[in-house]
C-alpha cells in the first residue's frame, strides 16, 4: 500500500517554463511534507519543506503548494533551469513515524 | 565540513553471501537513517538509530539488521543476501532524532551500490 504518490514518472520542460510536479498521499495522520533532489550517482538532497498548517511555502525559485482536502501537494519551479534536471521525491511523515517518499519524477529541463 | 560518508560505494556479491555497508554522519550528527532504493521504487525506510538505540524499523525481513556505534557511525548488514537485495543503499544523518515538523533535516550519503548476483 503506497501512502505516497507521485503518478508521473517523468516530466520534460523548456527551460524557463514552470515545471509543475505532484504527489498524493493517502494517510491524513500526515503533517509535514518535504521534496528532495537527486542527481545520479549523489544522494537526495533537500530542497524544501512545508507543515500541514500551511498552504503555501516558497523559497526562491521553488514553491510548494499543500491542499489537504485532495491529500495533494505540488511542487512549482520557476523559472526552470537545466541545471534542475534530476529526480524528485516527494516525502511525508508525522509523529516520529520515519518518512515515507514516493517513487519519485525525473524532471528533463531542455535548453 | 565533511558529508555524509558511505563505504564502499559499489559491492558486488553473490546469493547466500552477507554483506556489511558503513555509513559516517556529518560531525555532530547523532541519528542515521538507512534507506533502500530499487528501480522503479522510491526510497525505503529501513532504521534508524539515535544515541547507538534502534528508534524505527521499516517493514524488512530479520535479515536486515543495523546497529550504530558510539562516534555515531552505523553500519547495516544483509544476510543470505537474494537476487531482490540488489538496490543502492542510502544512508542520512542528522542532528537528533527524525520528528515530523522539525527544521533538523536529514542529509544524505551517496549510498552504497549493491549488486547481487
Known amino acids: 500500500d503506497q501512502q505516497v504518490k507521485q503518478n508521473s514518472p517523468s516530466l520534460s520542460v523548456q527551460e524557463g517554463r514552470i515545471s509543475i510536479l505532484n504527489c498524493d498521499y493517502t494517510?491524513?495522520?500526515?503533517?509535514?511534507f518535504l521534496w528532495y533532489k537527486k542527481y545520479p550517482a549523489e544522494g537526495p538532497t533537500f530542497l524544501i519543506s512545508?507543515?500541514?498548517?500551511?498552504d503555501k511555502n516558497e523559497d526562491g525559485r521553488f514553491t510548494v503548494f499543500l491542499n489537504k482536502s485532495a491529500k495533494h501537494l505540488s511542487l512549482h519551479i520557476v523559472p526552470s533551469q537545466p541545471g534542475d534536471s534530476a529526480v524528485y521525491f516527494c516525502?511525508?511523515?508525522?509523529?516520529?513515524?520515519?518518512?515515507?517518499f514516493g517513487k519519485g519524477t525525473r524532471l528533463s529541463v531542455i535548453a | 565540513k565533511a558529508g555524509v560518508t558511505q563505504t564502499p560505494r559499489y559491492l558486488i556479491k553473490t546469493r547466500g553471501q552477507q554483506v556489511t555497508l558503513s555509513c559516517s554522519p556529518i560531525?555532530?550528527?547523532?541519528?542515521v537513517s538507512w534507506y533502500q532504493q530499487t528501480p522503479g521504487q522510491g526510497l525505503q525506510f529501513l532504521f534508524e538509530?539515535?544515541?547507538?538505540?534502534?528508534?524505527n524499523k521499516g517493514n524488512f525481513p530479520g535479515r536486515f539488521s543495523g546497529r550504530q556505534f558510539s562516534n555515531s557511525r552505523s553500519e547495516m548488514n544483509v544476510s543470505t543476501l537474494e537476487l531482490g537485495d540488489s538496490a543502492l543503499y542510502l544512508c542520512?544523518?542528522?542532528?537528533?532524532?527524525?520528528?515530523?515538523?522539525?527544521?533538523?533535516?536529514?542529509?544524505f550519503g551517496p549510498g552504497t551500490r549493491l549488486t547481487v548476483l
Open positions: 516525502a511525508a511523515s508525522y509523529g516520529n513515524t520515519p518518512l515515507v
Open positions: 512545508i507543515s500541514s498548517i500551511k
Open positions: 560531525s555532530g550528527h547523532r541519528s
Open positions: 538509530y539515535f544515541s547507538e538505540t534502534q528508534r
Open positions: 494517510n491524513s495522520m500526515f503533517d509535514y
Open positions: 542520512a544523518s542528522s542532528l537528533g532524532p527524525h520528528t515530523s515538523g522539525s527544521s533538523d533535516t536529514q542529509y
